[in-house]
């Protein structure tokens, strides 16, 4: 038997203020597009930014629908976007941010698990991490350094 241990890394920022320029701006996109979620079911409105490597940022918010399942998450609202527009381009970062109707979300909203697995595949895809940056209405934002570090064991097309 042997006992091991994943080891995951991410940085913490007070709030937006502390990023980086270029970190600040994309988290201001993702907050700029949850003007645009529909979520009448939930409330819980979400939005994500995606900086390719050409400078483009592409943006995401999710999309609820009656039938609860066929509704999708912004980030990969946004990944699948970035996809189909620039199929070719590296994926950079993503940030992710949220402003529910119904509470003040103080914490960092993290991306739903199958969320990650879709941004995964693209890290594969690319060979280059992609960072994730989350934060709530206020309050702390987490880096993520790599898809890795958010999804240990995670499934990719090495099984098939
Ligand atoms: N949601 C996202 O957009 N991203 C996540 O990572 C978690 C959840 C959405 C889905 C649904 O519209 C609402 O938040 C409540 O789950």
């Known amino acids: 038997m042997e006992q091991r241990t994943f080891n995951t ?3 913490l920022f007070e709030n937006i203020n502390d990023l980086p320029s270029e970190d600040f701006n994309l988290m201001q ?3 700029n597009a949850i003007a645009n979620s529909y979520a009448p079911y939930s409330q819980f409105h979400v939005g994500a930014a995606i900086l390719l490597a050409n400078g483009k940022i592409v943006t995401g918010n ?6 609860y399942p066929s509704g999708m998450c912004a980030e990969r609202v946004a990944i699948w976007a970035a996809s189909s527009q620039y199929p070719n ?4 970062k993503i940030a992710i941010s949220v402003k529910s109707s119904i509470k003040m979300v103080e914490k960092p909203v993290s991306p739903c ?3 990650r697995q879709t941004l995964l595949e693209y890290e594969v895809k690319q060979k280059e991490p992609i ?5 709530g209405e206020v309050g702390i934002v987490v880096k993520a350094h790599s898809l890795v570090d ?3 064991f995670a499934f990719d097309q090495s099984f098939l």
Do not use: D, H, I
């Open 9 to 11: 890394q991410f940085t």
């Open 131 to 135: 960072e994730v940056f989350f934060t």
């Open 62 to 67: 999710n999309q609820e629908n009656a039938a």
């Open 89 to 92: 381009e590296v994926v950079k």
């Open 113 to 115: 698990g199958a969320c």
């Open 29 to 31: 996109s993702a907050r």
């Open 150 to 152: 958010l999804l240990p």
